[in-house]
């Protein structure tokens, strides 16, 4: 089974995602800001991170060029709210960086299910 860890300011939208993670099978845990996932990349092991672009701590691209810098491997798939003017260059930068997908958050679940297992390397599975 998949793991992935969700990095994301917003409670209700970590608490969707988890749900919906473990739904299409998907082990999901998950945190509030970019320091306390890259300290709990120290401690556990998984196979792809979902993150936001916009958090109080650090930005989405410091976050990746950070986490880039220790997993350069793992998986990640960004999911943001940001206005759509950033989408774009946001979205460039994060590629540069080898980001699996950039997605908006009001995308169907079954999308964003579906990018999140891609990037886990799985199967779609019927969720």
């Known amino acids: 089974m998949p793991r992935v860890l969700v990095v994301d300011d917003a409670p209700l939208f970590r608490e969707y995602l988890t749900a919906l993670l473990e739904r299409a099978g998907i082990a999901a845990d998950s945190v509030s800001n970019a320091q306390s996932a890259l300290a709990r990349l120290e401690r556990e092991s998984y196979d792809a991170v979902v993150t936001d672009v916009m958090m109080p701590d650090m930005d989405g691209v410091e976050f990746v060029r950070a986490l880039r810098a220790r997993r350069p491997d793992l998986p ?50 019927s969720i």
Request: proline fraction near 4%.
């Open 76 to 125: 990640i798939v960004v999911a943001t709210g940001c206005a759509a003017d950033l989408r774009g260059p946001v979205s460039n930068v994060l590629a540069a960086y080898g980001v699996h997908a950039t997605l908006d958050k009001s995308i169907p679940w079954r999308h964003l299910a579906d990018t999140i297992l891609s990037a886990c390397g799985s199967a779609s599975r």
